[in-house]
């Protein structure tokens, strides 16, 4: 199935730019624009299953707009392309909602890698800011509550995989290691997200560090 894509940056070169790689990559690029607000309302018009979206808009920020994307589609899937790699902004996205974050200087090839794997429901984000998300979620999980004993009870394998995502392998690093098909991997970690009642990779991670697995 042919991924469906919105490109929201207000730099009109760029913005062209984005879709056009993303266009001769394979994907269906369903709309551009380079306002925050305009962009939820076509979302909702265009049901797109990935967004890339800029962290600054000229009419409001990157974070709001996830918000009002994730109300819009709660299955959408948001990759941050932005010119900043500062903590605050990194942070501040993944915790509204952003499944991934990728700073501009990427490579081409780089983003359309990080795109497909955004599609596929991993956490994708520019090398050295992935260990910054996992220390903001250890920080966050130093003193958790006691476990909920009526959690769901995992399988051994959901919870091998589980350990391996919060540690941040890919789907296909998980694979190789545990001798598996990608999509066995994939399988593992959509039925571990139903049993939890999780709607992504990044609060997978999370659970799983504050379970003590990572």
């Not at 380079?34 to 600054?56: F, K, M, N, S, Y």
């Not at 066995?184 to 039925?191: L, W």
Request: hydrophobic content about 45%; glycine content about 8%.
């Amino acid at each position: 199935m042919t991924v469906r894509v919105m490109v929201v940056d207000d730099h009109p070169m760029w913005r062209t730019g984005v879709a056009r790689d993303l266009a001769e990559a394979g994907y269906e690029v369903v709309a551009t624009t380079g306002e925050g607000r305009q962009a939820v309302r076509i979302a909702g018009a265009t049901r797109p299953d990935v967004v890339v979206l800029d962290l600054q808009l000229p009419d409001v920020p990157g974070v709001e707009v996830i918000h009002g994307l994730r109300a819009a589609l709660p299955e959408v899937k948001v990759l941050m392309l932005s010119a900043s790699g500062e903590q605050q902004s990194v942070l501040d996205a993944v915790k509204a909602g952003a499944t991934g974050y990728l700073v501009k200087s990427a490579a081409p090839e780089e983003f359309l890698a990080a795109v497909a794997r955004t599609a596929a429901g991993e956490a994708v984000f520019t090398p050295g800011l992935a260990g910054l998300v996992l220390g903001e979620y250890r920080r966050l999980a130093a003193a958790p509550e006691p476990a909920d004993a009526g959690a769901p009870a995992l399988t051994d394998r959901e919870t091998e995989v589980l350990r391996l995502v919060a540690k941040g392998l890919s789907y296909k690093q998980i694979a190789e290691r545990l001798g598996v098909s990608h999509r066995t991997v994939q399988n593992h970690v959509q039925n571990t997200l139903g049993k939890l009642q999780l709607h992504n990779r990044v609060e997978l991670t999370r659970y799983a560090i504050e379970q003590g697995l990572d």
